[in-house]
Structures are given as C-alpha cells and as structure tokens.
C-alpha cells in the first residue's frame, strides 16, 4: 500500500483528536501544523510544525517538498485566513481537501442573542443596555473594545495579552477550557456581568457560558462565522478518518 502523508492545519481540539486517530492508521503520516501563536500548546502525536508558511506559495512548497498527499483544514472557524490559503494552496498543488468544522452554535428560544458581523457592530451593540461585560473572545483582537471607557469589562483568555490594550476598566482572568455550567454562572454572577461578548466558536468546550446565560436572562453579543472555502465538509472525527482513508485508497 502506498503511504499516504496527511496534513492536518491544526489549533483546535479537533485536529489534536484527528491526529491521535490518523496516527494509528497503517500507512499513514501525519503532520499537524500550528500558527505557534500558544506558548504552550497541548500537542498531538506525529509530526509537528510551528509557525506558518510563509502564505499560500509556503504552503504549496511545504506540500510538494513533504509529499502530501491530502490536506484537512481543521483550523478554528474563525481562521479564515488560514482556511482560504488551505482552499487556493490544495487548488494549486492539487491534492485533495477536506474542512473539519464543528457545527455553530445555534439560537436557543430564551436566549437573548445580538448577532454581529464585525467587532464595530459589537462595539455599537453594547454603547447600550451594557454595564459589565464577559469579554471572551481571546487576546488578540481586544483593541476595538477598549475605547468604550464607561464599561466595565472581565477579559477572559487562555493567556494574559501582550501588551494589554488600554481598557478604563477591567479586569484580566487566564482560563482555559472546558468551563461548566456551575462555574460560569458563579462567575457571572460574582462579576455581576449583565453582557457577554464571544466568538460563535461551536462546540462544547466553552458552550457553557451560553447556558449560564440564558439561565440567568443575560445579553450575548455572538460574532457570525466568516466565509470560508466551498470544500467538502465534515463535522465529525470519524468522517473524516474516512475521508482520509477513501483518498489513501482512491477507487480505480
Ligand atoms: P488566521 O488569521 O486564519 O491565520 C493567520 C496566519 O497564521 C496564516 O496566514 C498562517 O500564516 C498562520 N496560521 C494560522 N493557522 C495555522 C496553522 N494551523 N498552521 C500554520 N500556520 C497557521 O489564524 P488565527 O485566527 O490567527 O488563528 C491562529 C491559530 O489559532 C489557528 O491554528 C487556529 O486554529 C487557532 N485558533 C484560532 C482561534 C480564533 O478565534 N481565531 C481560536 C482558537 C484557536 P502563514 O500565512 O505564514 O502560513
């Protein structure tokens, strides 16, 4: 059987849990690539590659010079310039690709949802009805909320930012995921956040805020997912094994 080298665009559980399985596959290696933007990131088995690139010729050289022979973009639904590279460079070296995407997270009845296109709007949804915020939306991308000097914001992320944007007021709490039910809402309530402010980032992981939420009648201002690539789509671990395996072993 030829082997087949599968690379995996990683950052998510997801992709760490594809390689495990993907790793035990006769036949097959596996490489997971990271942007390297975590200091110190859970890592999958196989092999490891850190730090991007270099853009789509990058990634093209990458794919011809480490005879990969399949692509799955199981980046965050939210690396949107990771995902339209994977769908031009796959296009251009002609290997197969696939996206591994878990589903969004959708509006339950008694939720009290804003859906936002862009971090302006989120920033003009909350000029009203908003006083103390749950900013859970990661380090990088804080800059636009920190002009809003009459609220309050507890800024959440796995690592503190560098340098902190210039909030009035606010306070920075380090977590990482999975968070329960309990914990957020005691969180929530102990801050006496009336708003929270998240990427719609699917999974269950963080979903937990969003139950918290809605039990205790609080405002969500949810960020919508940007485009991607039209590629096939899977949601599942599983479909995606499968998929790698049916492109290992092409039907003739
Ligand atoms: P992005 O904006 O889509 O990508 C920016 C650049 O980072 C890309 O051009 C690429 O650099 C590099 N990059 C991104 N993902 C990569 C990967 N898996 N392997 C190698 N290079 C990668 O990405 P982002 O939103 O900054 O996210 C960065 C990483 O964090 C992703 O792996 C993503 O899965 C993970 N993550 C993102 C979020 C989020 O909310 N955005 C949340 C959780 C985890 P080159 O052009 O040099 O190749």
Redesign the pocket.
């Given at each position: 059987m030829t082997k087949a080298t599968i690379l995996i665009?990683?950052?998510?559980q997801e992709?760490r849990e594809l390689a495990q399985v993907l790793a035990g596959q006769p036949a097959m290696n596996v490489i997971t690539?990271?942007?390297?933007?975590t200091a110190v990131p859970h890592l999958p088995p196989g092999r490891i590659?850190?730090?991007?690139?270099?853009?789509i010729d990058?990634?093209v050289d990458f794919i011809a010079d480490n005879h990969v022979t399949a692509l799955i973009d199981a980046?965050?639904p939210?690396?949107?310039?990771?995902?339209m590279?994977a769908g031009l460079a796959a296009d251009r070296a002609q290997v197969p690709l696939l996206r591994l995407e878990r589903p969004a997270w959708t509006r339950q009845p008694d939720d009290r949802w804003d859906e936002v296109d862009d971090w302006d709007q989120a920033v003009i949804a909350l000029k009203t009805n908003a006083q103390r915020i749950l900013l859970a939306i990661?380090r990088?991308e804080l800059a636009p909320f920190a002009g809003l000097d009459h609220l309050w914001f507890l800024i959440r992320s796995v690592e503190r930012p560098d340098p902190m944007p210039p909030f009035s007021q606010c306070e920075f709490l380090a977590a990482r995921g999975p968070f329960s039910v309990a914990d957020e809402t005691a969180l929530l309530r102990a801050h006496a956040i009336d708003t929270i402010v998240c990427?719609n980032?699917g999974g269950t992981a963080s979903a937990a805020k969003l139950v918290a939420a809605r039990e205790l009648g609080l405002r969500v201002v949810m960020l919508r997912r940007p485009a991607r690539p039209v590629t096939e789509t899977v949601t599942q671990i599983d479909q995606a094994v499968v998929w790698a395996i049916r492109v290992r072993s092409p039907a003739r």
């Open positions: 665009l990683g950052g998510t992709a690539s990271l942007a390297g933007r590659v850190q730090g991007g690139f270099g853009g990058g990634l980046t965050h939210f690396a949107a310039r990771m995902g590279q990661g990088q990427k980032s």
